[in-house]
């Protein structure tokens, strides 16, 4: 009797198949993209894989997506340089070259492709590929900044104004009792 054969993606974690898969991510390819192979496991048991950090899969699958970064960060290059595309010739009615005309779906497919890329870095590693902020808090001018702080006395009872002033005075160094208790 035949052996029967086993159906469906695989499930169970095995090296060989984790190796494969970080080796996609550190192409650049996206996990949902690689996941599509129905000789890999499905997208949900290999983010589970991370979740669970099996045999160490976790720094290796983080590694893996570090380095396909790298590979997005010069796909933009890549695309920003490659003009191929960015001009059709023009043929008059007798099939000859009138001219050149700019491709303008191209260019901005392009700029999206390019504009992708970049906010999925900066969201993904933004401390690499994020935009720099720096926040500078001066006061007038440039200067220092200056605190006021306003108080009503007037709705202290005369208990709150003692104890109001010994404090003040063991701040100052004093003993905190006053000559007129």
Same mark, same amino acid.
């Given at each position: 009797?035949?052996?029967?054969?086993?159906?469906?993606?695989?499930? +169970?974690?095995?090296?060989?198949? %984790? %190796?494969?898969?970080?080796?996609?991510?550190?192409?650049?390819?996206? #996990?949902?993209?690689?996941?599509?192979?129905?000789?890999?496991?499905?997208?949900?048991?290999?983010?589970? /894989?991370?979740?669970?950090?099996?045999?160490?899969?976790?720094?290796?699958?983080? +590694?893996?997506?570090?380095?396909?970064?790298?590979?997005?960060?010069?796909?933009?290059?890549?695309?920003?340089?490659?003009?191929?595309?960015?001009?059709?010739?023009?043929?008059?009615?007798?099939?000859?070259?009138? @001219?050149?005309?700019?491709?303008?779906?191209?260019?901005?497919?392009? +700029?999206?492709?390019?504009?992708?890329?970049? /906010?999925?870095?900066?969201?993904?590693?933004?401390?690499?590929?994020?935009?720099?902020?720096?926040?500078?808090?001066?006061?007038?001018?440039?200067?220092?900044?200056?605190?006021?702080?306003?108080?009503?006395?007037?709705?202290?009872? %005369?208990?709150? #104004?003692?104890? #109001?002033?010994?404090? %003040?005075?063991?701040?100052?160094? @004093?003993?905190?009792?006053?000559?007129?208790?």
């Amino acid at each position: 009797m035949a052996k029967p054969r086993k159906r469906g993606r695989p499930t +169970r974690y095995m090296p060989a198949l %984790a %190796a494969k898969i970080c080796q996609q991510l550190a192409e650049g390819q996206s #996990l949902r993209s690689i996941c599509r192979d129905e000789a890999l496991p499905p997208e949900s048991t290999v983010r589970g /894989w991370v979740v669970d950090d099996h045999e160490g899969f976790s720094a290796q699958y983080a +590694r893996a997506r570090d380095i396909g970064l790298e590979v997005m960060a010069e796909e933009i290059l890549e695309i920003s340089d490659d003009g191929s595309n960015d001009w059709m010739e023009q043929l008059d009615k007798d099939g000859q070259s009138a @001219g050149w005309k700019l491709n303008g779906e191209h260019v901005q497919r392009s +700029r999206l492709r390019v504009d992708t890329r970049k /906010w999925i870095l900066s969201k993904l590693a933004p401390k690499r590929y994020g935009d720099r902020v720096n926040l500078e808090h001066t006061g007038e001018d440039g200067g220092p900044i200056q605190t006021k702080t306003e108080f009503d006395f007037s709705k202290l009872t %005369a208990d709150d #104004l003692r104890n #109001l002033r010994d404090i %003040a005075e063991r701040a100052a160094g @004093g003993s905190g009792k006053s000559k007129r208790d």
